[in-house]
């Protein structure tokens, strides 16, 4: 069983910067791979970023390649997701979320086991 919580949303200004945090409590195996997801207003929920516990690989959506930086901390058992550039459209909840069996691409919302509850990220323009 994992719980995850996520923290460091906020309001900022176009061009700006956030970072985003997951603390995920109980055991994170190194087989794991954990992610961010968004989920704007009236759309469905997209793949962010994701990494591998055990050998720190590393994915991302598109639209963010380039802005936002995805990192773990092995020993703290935190995610985060430095968000930097921030655009309007960068606008959603930010989930973290859990694959205790990543079998699958990185970006299959399905294939997910754990989520977060979000945080609220609102970029203005």
């Known amino acids: 069983q994992v719980q995850l919580e996520e923290s460091g949303g906020g309001l900022v200004q176009s061009g700006g910067s956030l970072t985003l945090s997951c603390a995920a409590s109980?055991?994170?195996?190194?087989?794991?791979?954990l992610a961010w997801f968004r989920q704007a207003p009236g759309q469905e929920r997209e793949f962010v970023a994701s990494?591998?516990?055990?050998?720190?690989?590393?994915s991302y959506a598109d639209s963010v390649k380039g802005r936002f930086t995805i990192f773990r901390d092995a020993a703290e058992n935190t995610l985060s997701l430095q968000m930097n550039d921030l655009l309007p459209e960068d606008t959603a909840v930010y989930y973290c979320?859990?694959?205790?069996?990543?079998?699958?691409?990185?970006?299959?919302?399905?294939?997910?086991?754990?989520w977060g509850q979000g945080t609220q990220v609102t970029v203005t323009s």
């Open positions: 109980g055991v994170i195996y190194s087989s794991y791979r």
């Open positions: 990494v591998t516990w055990r050998n720190n690989k590393k």
């Open positions: 979320a859990v694959d205790v069996s990543p079998d699958s691409t990185p970006g299959a919302m399905s294939a997910y086991d754990y």
